[in-house]
């Protein structure tokens, strides 16, 4: 008996397929294709094969503020790792427990900053942190610390590490919010009998959940990774795109910009943007390769 071509589901897959391709494949293959090419004063297109890579990497004019960017989205990367998804398994630990008051209006008050705009957020933390007019100081000096204020955004040593934890403010309800839902979905007869069995609430989660919800921290961890490395509003939106003071916060994204667009002094070059946007590309590809060869295969044989 002959099948009947399945054209129901070509059907419900066209239209998320022409969206994806038009908007995000496409254009991703023309930034790749772009970054093998060289533009004159007159706009022709010359092809340079890997030229706009090895200045970018090599060059000194070009290389020192790449791996400048480079570093810094590291450390940005590292602060919402050692803050941010700790921080966010803790709260949904303690909202996963039974008996907890106002677990709900918590939960949303941590979870609101998350649907607010990057740029309110930076200019609200922005008249926070002013020396001249910001509360910060004030604040801080209802618990005699305000010997300690210092103008943190204006300072080289510690900008980045700010906006960072301002991210952090910002976005730990994001890993709270799947943490809590991985928690939520461990079987209650297994914590059931593990009481039974006379195992105490730590040991139970050190050994039963944490062990369960191992593939949820998998997944956060690989979408701070890309989120971090994909980062730019924030520090364009506080510290505008040249990432000062001294280019101390610039990151992939700031670096991109002025790389493509041009500000100031700088004279965008879309070849040569659309080659740092490959080398952005294929630092989160690697990474997200690492997770799945490395990480992913690890759980996958534990969850056997």
Same mark, same amino acid.
Not at 14 to 40: C, G, H, K
Not at 203 to 212: E, Y
Not at 231 to 255: H, R
């Given at each position: ?14 239209? #998320?397929? /022409?969206?994806? !391709?038009?908007? *995000?494949?496409?254009?991703? %293959?023309?930034?790749?294709r772009?970054?093998? @090419? ?25 290389s ?10 590291v ?57 001249l ?25 510690? #900008?980045? /590490?700010t906006? !960072?934890?301002? *991210?952090?403010?910002?976005? %730990? ?6 943490? @809590? ?22 040991r ?31 520090i ?15 990151l ?51 969850e056997?």
């Amino acid at each position: 008996m002959k099948k009947n071509f399945p054209w129901h589901i070509i059907v419900f897959l066209a239209p #998320a397929v /022409i969206i994806y !391709s038009m908007f *995000s494949a496409l254009p991703l %293959i023309d930034t790749l294709r772009l970054s093998f @090419y060289t533009t004159n004063d007159a706009g022709v297109h010359t092809f340079v094969g890997m030229s706009n890579f090895h200045t970018i990497l090599f060059d000194p004019d070009w290389s020192a503020a790449f791996w400048n960017a480079m570093w810094n989205n590291v450390k940005f990367f590292a602060v919402h790792m050692l803050l941010q998804n700790p921080i966010g398994l803790l709260l949904a630990t303690l909202f996963s427990l039974k008996g907890l008051r106002w677990a709900r209006s918590y939960r949303t008050l941590i979870f609101l900053p998350t649907l607010l705009s990057v740029v309110i957020i930076g200019f609200i933390w922005q008249l926070i942190l002013s020396p001249l007019w910001g509360v910060g100081e004030k604040l801080m000096g209802f618990v005699g610390l305000e010997n300690y204020f210092a103008p943190w955004l204006g300072q080289e040593t510690t #900008a980045l /590490i700010t906006l !960072s934890l301002i *991210s952090v403010w910002q976005y %730990i309800g994001i890993p709270m919010m799947l943490i @809590y839902a991985a928690l939520l979905a461990v079987p209650e007869e297994i914590i059931e009998a593990a009481y039974a069995e006379g195992a105490s609430s730590f040991r139970i989660f050190w050994q039963i959940k944490l062990p369960l919800i191992l593939p949820t921290l998998g997944l956060v961890t690989i979408l701070t990774f890309v989120a971090n490395f994909n980062a730019f509003d924030l520090i364009y939106s506080v510290k505008g795109a040249l990432a000062g003071p001294n280019y101390s916060t610039d990151l992939l994204g700031t670096y991109f910009y002025r790389t493509f667009f041009g500000y100031q002094a700088q004279i965008g070059s879309p070849t040569m943007g659309a080659a740092v946007a490959t080398l952005m590309f294929l630092v989160i590809l690697m990474g997200v390769a690492v997770y799945f060869y490395v990480v992913q295969r690890k759980l996958t044989r534990y969850e056997l």
